[in-house]
């Protein structure tokens, strides 16, 4: 498969950001993509900073001008593309969604995630209820995606639930980076942390997995922080944790990646995880805490 990732910089101007998303998915398509990964929100600036009732306008409901475009550009380019919006569910209700169309421009399926944070300058459970629709891979014509969201990278659960469920690859729209008042060594721990935990999701699971993150620096609204710089590093990893693609921190990036999904078979039978699951002594894993 051809994996294409677009790590892009965010503005305050919507139509701008999709204008410049659309070239980008055009181009790749052009030298052969198949499908296409696009970072967290990835219309507007990471608007979690704050808490602020009035941002909930940038919600979109279905059949919006964002959903007609990428359908739109999904039909044009037959490539499938990952997309990643607030969602408007009703009023006063709101997901962050993972929405992938397939080559025809249909809505193959979406994803809403699951784990939502709240910590400084990433206030999502103001914004985001948590996804209802479990953790199931979507299925397309290039095959079934294991589709979640930033937050959702930390947990193995999440990962192991997509693989055991039929997922292929792995892939998690993100953003997620530093705030300037961490030490250089604090910030160089949360990245690697970062990278690590996936390529272990990777390894476990005998799976490819796609990490795409948003970069550049936006500013704290409400001026509480610094802001975050948001630190890019978008990878794609083999089904062994071995690194087949790395984005630099500091830039805009395109790619395409050859990613061999067949390889994953054959991990799988040198490192058989999945048959060596003791599945009768993990009851403990649906509590909270083991007292």
Not at 30 to 35: D, P, V, Y
Not at 99 to 107: L, R, S
């Amino acid at each position: 498969m051809k994996v294409a990732i677009i790590q892009q910089h965010n503005s305050a101007d919507s139509a701008d950001n999709r204008n410049r998303l659309a070239r980008k998915i055009r181009h790749l398509a052009a030298e052969g993509a198949q499908l296409v990964v696009n970072q967290e929100l990835h219309d507007n600036l990471y608007f979690c900073q704050t808490e602020n009732v009035d941002l909930c306008d940038l919600a979109e409901a279905p059949g919006s001008d964002a959903a007609r475009l990428y359908s739109q550009l999904a039909r044009e380019c037959g490539v499938v593309i990952v997309t990643s919006i607030f969602e408007r569910r009703a009023p006063g209700l709101y997901h962050n969604t993972a929405i992938v169309y397939d080559t025809d421009g249909t809505e193959a399926g979406r994803y809403r995630k699951m784990h939502i944070p709240d910590d400084p300058a990433y206030y999502e459970k103001f914004y985001f209820t948590p996804g209802d629709l479990g953790f199931e891979p979507i299925p397309t014509s290039i095959g079934k995606l294991g589709v979640l969201v930033c937050w959702d990278q930390w947990y193995p659960e999440a990962a192991r639930l997509m693989a055991l469920r039929g997922a292929e690859i792995l892939i998690y729209p993100t953003a997620i980076g530093w705030e300037s008042s961490d030490s250089s060594d604090e910030q160089q721990r949360q990245r690697e942390a970062w990278i690590t935990v996936q390529r272990g999701h990777a390894v476990a699971n005998g799976l490819p997995l796609v990490a795409v993150n948003r970069v550049g620096h936006e500013p704290d609204p409400s001026g509480a922080t610094n802001g975050i710089r948001f630190w890019g590093s978008s990878f794609v990893a083999g089904p062994q944790g071995e690194f087949i693609f790395q984005a630099p921190t500091d830039a805009e990036c395109e790619a395409i990646i050859d990613v061999d999904l067949r390889r994953s078979e054959q991990v799988r039978r040198w490192w058989p995880f999945l048959r060596d699951r003791r599945i009768d002594a993990y009851g403990g894993l649906t509590r909270r805490f083991l007292d």
